[in-house]
Nanobody, 125 residues
Framework: VQLQASGGGLVQAGGSLRLSCAAS????????LAWFRQAPGKERDFVAAFSQNGVNTHYADSVKGRFTLSRDKAKSTVYPQMNSLTPDDTAVYYCGVGFNMIQSSIRTSRLYNYWGQGTQVTVSS
């Protein structure tokens, strides 16, 4: 399994970025595809995810209303559209995939099976 994340960069507060994560290597039907982020000196925190059915989405409270997930299921690619960015959104963003996950574990990073390499998002004030 390979996860290729891209789309990070430097943006001013209030701006937008669109990340992408392309998954390959096996079927991702019934897999959870998620985004987490990790700021320096902090733990890897949940951002957003598609649940196993590939339709339902979950968001951290800190990004709800600002971030929107979309998915190209044919290409197994997930796109978080991130709007109204603030300096608190600055972090390395990681995409992850989890197989055989239960709903309650979607927000737990250690339960994911594979991770992409991460992409830096920096929001200047």
């Amino acid at each position: 399994v390979q996860l290729q994340a891209s789309g990070g960069g430097l943006v001013q507060a209030g701006g937008s970025l669109r990340l992408s994560c392309a998954a390959s290597g096996r079927s991702f039907n019934n897999a959870v595809l998620a985004w987490f982020r990790q700021a320096p000196g902090k733990e890897r925190d949940f951002v957003a995810a598609f649940s196993q059915n590939g339709v339902n989405t979950h968001y951290a409270d800190s990004v709800k209303g600002r971030f929107t997930l979309s998915r190209d299921k044919a290409k197994s690619t997930v796109y978080p559209q991130m709007n109204s960015l603030t300096p608190d959104d600055t972090a390395v963003y990681y995409c992850g995939v989890g197989f055989n996950m239960i709903q309650s574990s979607i927000r737990t990073s250690r339960l994911y099976n594979y991770w992409g390499q991460g992409t830096q998002v920096t929001v200047s004030s």
